[in-house]
């Protein structure tokens, strides 16, 4: 999330530090992520890749907000995670979600 983050307020905005030859596409982002510590090409599948690829690189850190709070839900409903554990989940992704900028302006 934090990735996605990073990168639709610094490297969308401002490309990558000066000195680096390579442009900060939204393909390379993805795939590549230069500057990310582990890089995004090592933590996402080929599946995910594609898939995040087509969302507008603003919502990203959402649309992982909401796939986390999916995964919560589930397991409440299973039993997997008491109710108060699954609220406090909730808090701190709407927490790390809000506490942003929700669109780059340039």
């Known amino acids: 999330?934090?990735?996605?983050?990073?990168?639709?307020?610094?490297?969308?905005?401002?490309g990558y530090p000066r000195?680096?030859?390579?442009?900060?596409?939204?393909?390379?982002?993805?795939?590549?992520?230069?500057?990310?510590?582990?890089?995004?090409?090592?933590?996402?599948?080929a599946e995910e890749k594609a898939e995040?690829?087509?969302?507008?690189f603003n919502n990203r850190a959402n649309m992982v907000v909401w796939r986390m709070q999916s995964i919560v839900e589930h397991h409440?409903?299973?039993g997997h995670i008491c109710e108060r554990g699954a609220f406090d989940i909730y808090h701190d992704l709407e927490a790390g979600a809000y506490n942003r900028p929700l669109f780059s302006s340039t």
């Open 1 to 14: 999330m934090y990735a996605f983050i990073r990168q639709a307020v610094r490297e969308h905005r401002h």
């Open 19 to 45: 000195g680096c030859g390579a442009a900060a596409t939204d393909s390379g982002l993805v795939e590549d992520d230069l500057f990310g510590r582990p890089r995004l090409g090592l933590l996402l599948s």
């Open 52 to 56: 995040y690829k087509a969302i507008d």
């Open 76 to 78: 409440r409903r299973l």
